[in-house]
């Protein structure tokens, strides 16, 4: 479900998602495709670890990543779960294909 909430994406984002939630910074951001196959790609990853262990997940090895990089954006973007999403954003038929727990690959 695609939401417009501004006030909650961090500075220099255009969104977040929060399953079942793909909250968008703008209007314009819903007709961006790549970014929505983005946002998809992280509601399976959070359905497929039950919501709750994608975000322990998430943060723990975002923590992880910061400490190898000792960079913020270079830790982010290193997290398994956006590597996979960045990897695959453009590819929009990547969630028919995509097999189970496919951001370990990106690990
Ligand atoms: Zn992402």
């Not at 939630?21 to 497929?48: A, C, G, M, P, T």
């Not at 000792?70 to 997290?79: G, P």
Request: net charge positive; with cysteine.
């Amino acid at each position: 479900m695609i939401i417009i909430v501004p006030q909650i994406i961090a500075r220099g984002f255009c969104a977040v998602t929060i399953y079942p939630f793909v909250i968008l910074k703008n209007q314009e951001s819903k007709n961006d495709v790549v970014l929505l196959n983005h946002e998809y790609i992280h509601l399976r990853q959070q359905k497929e670890l039950f919501w709750a262990f994608f975000f322990l997940w998430y943060g723990i090895e975002y923590l992880i990543r910061l400490i190898y990089y000792r960079n913020r954006y270079l830790a982010y973007r290193n997290i398994s779960f956006e590597r996979e999403a960045y990897h695959h954003e453009f590819d929009l038929n990547y969630l028919q294909n995509r097999k189970l727990f496919g951001f370990l690959r990106f690990l």
